[in-house]
């Protein structure tokens, strides 16, 4: 379990819900946080379809707060385009080699 975690490999399955449309490869990334503790502020981020990664993702990982990751998930909402997710998907792919955030 731990070697899939460190390698983000346990992420796998969820590629099964991009295909079937569920989930997006880039956009505001599922949280542990349960949306009842959410500020209202909070729940634009849950108007867009979820990815496996995102822009938080690729700046800090687990480094920073839930506030600063709801503005960055509503920075990628404002400017979602096809280059974006492209540096995003580039980004993380770095950041997992390199082990960022952990």
């Given amino acids: 379990g731990l070697f ?9 399955p969820q590629f ?17 946080f349960s949306s009842s503790t959410y500020e209202l502020w909070h729940t634009i ?3 867009c379809k979820p ?17 600063d990751r709801v503005r960055l998930d509503v920075a990628y909402m404002k400017n979602m385009s096809f280059w974006l997710d492209l540096k995003i998907m580039l980004r993380t792919f770095t950041a997992v080699i390199r082990k960022e955030g952990e």
């Fill in 16 to 32: 099964f819900n991009v295909i079937k449309g569920d989930m997006s490869l880039v956009g505001p990334r599922p949280t542990s």
């Fill in 51 to 67: 990815g496996i990664t995102g822009l938080w993702q690729v700046s800090g990982r687990n480094d920073i707060d839930f506030d």
């Fill in 4 to 12: 899939f975690r460190k390698t983000s490999l346990d992420e796998l």
């Fill in 45 to 47: 981020r849950l108007e």
